[in-house]
């Protein structure tokens, strides 16, 4: 697809923008927290010290949180699996069956998921992880509450306008109608 035929941005709520802006956050924080650990793990084994095993248990627990929370994230930017060969079509109306289709499917899954969660978080067994010590519910909030944003998020979509598409009239590079 070329650059004259994308869609424009969804325009959506203002709740679903800071949801999306707190996902980032987290996201991002995670990313930072595993590259940070995996950077004291390497220089573990150059210098003389013993090694902190929950380096490494932390930096795979981040890891689990940066999939499950970033769920929501890309689900609502449209990043989420889907047949772009659907989009395609000049038929608007499958498209957008087919998109209510996908979201009604992932909205679905992330309501299952959330509630597996959900069952872990409330059904406490006062289980630790080994190295850390951390209770084993705190491990299955990060993805209780991903599961809930992705379903909210896709719900939503159900529900929000299609983006509407660009003009497809070439534009001067200077035009102050086109989006940088």
């Not at 203002?14 to 595993?34: N, Q, Y």
């Not at 990060?142 to 009239?169: H, Q, W, Y």
Request: hydrophobic share 55%; charged share 15%; proline share 7%.
């Amino acid at each position: 697809m070329d650059e004259a035929t994308r869609l424009a941005p969804r325009r959506e709520p203002r709740i679903l923008r800071w949801i999306s802006a707190l996902e980032l956050a987290i996201g991002c924080l995670a990313l930072a927290v595993i590259f940070v650990l995996v950077l004291v793990q390497a220089a573990q084994r150059y210098l003389p010290v013993g090694g902190w095993p929950w380096t490494g248990e932390l930096a795979r627990y981040s890891l689990a949180w940066l999939t499950f929370i970033m769920l929501g994230y890309l689900a609502g930017q449209g990043q989420h699996i889907a047949v772009e060969a659907i989009d395609t079509l000049r038929w608007k109306g499958v498209v957008r069956a087919v998109r209510i289709f996908a979201h009604v499917v992932v909205a679905a899954i992330a309501l299952g998921f959330a509630a597996a969660c959900f069952d872990l978080v409330a059904n406490d067994t006062g289980q630790v992880s080994p190295a850390l010590e951390m209770p084993m519910v705190w491990l299955y909030v990060i993805p209780l509450v991903g599961f809930a944003f992705t379903a909210m998020k896709s719900i939503a979509l159900i529900f929000l306008p299609e983006p509407a598409e660009r003009d497809e009239t070439p534009t001067e590079p200077n035009d102050p109608e086109v989006p940088r």
